[in-house]
């Protein structure tokens, strides 16, 4: 079967990634030359009997950014989407899957998580929730149990988090180190993340290590040169804690520029705890995304504005925090992209669930459920620079979760209930 349409991008969503786009013509150019009948990978399979379909693609369905088609079919063929639209009108295929008339989403694009660490804080939590207020410092508990885990122990932590993300509907994550703050420790994490995911982030300009607290220089100094050396290879992303406490923005422009010219692409943890120059700066570098964005001057929303920059906001941090929400309403009447993510991690925001996320944007950020499922589903995936993910039209991965219910607006409208019921990754079931 040959996809019928080439997949669209969201008016806000930047260009596509060269890399990725190759990718996927390779793969769909295998998947057109293969015929089924001799290669079980390239089965095609019909999902049918879908109440809701979220396509993320405006020329589908109802037209809306969500793209939504009720009485839906998807066709499958090996690890991509090669057919959406009115179940009616659905080819023929070998396998057939009733979805019950339950809702279809595209899975989450998770844009931000921190996995690689040891132990967890839970009297810190514990603390703070009695009233004692969050700082940077925090980071440092992690640092002091990862650098002493075995590689071992790391990658089970890694496995056990991404399974426990996959069971609640992400397929496409992104992860970072900087709970080593050593060159061997930082490359560790890196090497651990890049064999579950390409979405791999340096983060070693997360808090100034311990044995640099006299001289952050010097720590600046080894970011942006032996520990790049060694973590460049492993990444696809670069990214600095830009905050009081962590990065001023000099330090950050001198860290992102010094990994752009190692081939990193930035993003940056901007104006979550104050208002600072990070935000500025994402654009200024033309960053991917700049994440957190709570402390936002209207200067700050203009220039996300007349940027492609992807304002990625994380309310799992506010929430296990008690901290002031991002405005996502602002964000969005200004044109702002905004993607919704989970910055899964043992100090402020422990949580792998997006559909929380989704719950809690609705709830006290001012998305509408459409906008946060899209934010969650097609943000992620601009603000990854993916247009292969995040989204279910032909050409796509057949990345897909089955929910629960008739419609994606359960995911806000019943918080706190496990609603996927079924997970497909790369073509293959997986829940
Ligand atoms: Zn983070």
Known sequence: MTPGRTPARPASAPEPDPTADQATKDAMSNATTVSPAHSASTAS????????????????GDGSPLGLVQDAAVVIEGDRVVWTGDQSKAPATDNRVDAEGRAVVPGFVDSHSHLVFAGDRTQ????????????????????????AASDEELEANVTRYLREALRQGTTTFETKSGYGLTVEDEA??????????????????????????????????????????????????????????????DQARAILTAGKAKGLH???????????????????????????????????VDALAGSRTVATLLPGAEFSTRAEWPDARRLLDAGVTVALSTDCNPGSSFTSSVPFCVALAVRDM????????WSATAGGAAALRRDDVGRLTPGAY?????????????????????????VWRRGERVV
């Not at 700049?290 to 200067?299: G, K, N, R, S």
């Not at 219910?405 to 609603?419: E, F």
Request: glycine share 8%; hydrophobic share 40%.
């Open 366 to 373: 001012g998305m509408t459920p459409d906008e946060a499922v």
């Open 45 to 60: 399979t019909l999902i049918t009997n879908i109440a809701a379909l979220v396509t993320n693609d405006p020329s589908s």
């Open 124 to 147: 810190e939590f514990n603390a703070r929730m009695s009233g004692r207020p969050y700082g940077a410092g925090g980071i440092r508990t992690t640092v002091a149990a990862t650098r």
């Open 398 to 422: 057949a990345d897909l979760t089955l929910l629960d219910a008739p419609s994606h607006v359960h995911l806000a409208y019943r918080p706190g209930v496990p609603l996927v019921s079924g």
């Open 266 to 300: 930035p993003r940056i943890h901007a104006n979550q705890l104050s208002y600072g120059p990070g935000v500025q700066l994402a654009v200024e570098l033309d960053a991917a995304s700049a994440d957190h964005c709570t402390h936002l001057t209207d200067a700050d």
């Open 188 to 249: 560790r994490a890196l090497r651990i993340a890049a064999a579950h995911t390409d979405e791999v982030t340096y983060l070693g300009a997360h808090i100034v290590a311990p044995e640099f607290a006299e001289d952050p220089a010097g720590y600046v100094a080894l970011v942006t040169g032996e520990m790049l050396d060694a973590c460049a290879p492993h990444a696809r992303w670069i990214d600095v804690f830009c905050e009081k406490g962590a990065f001023d923005g």
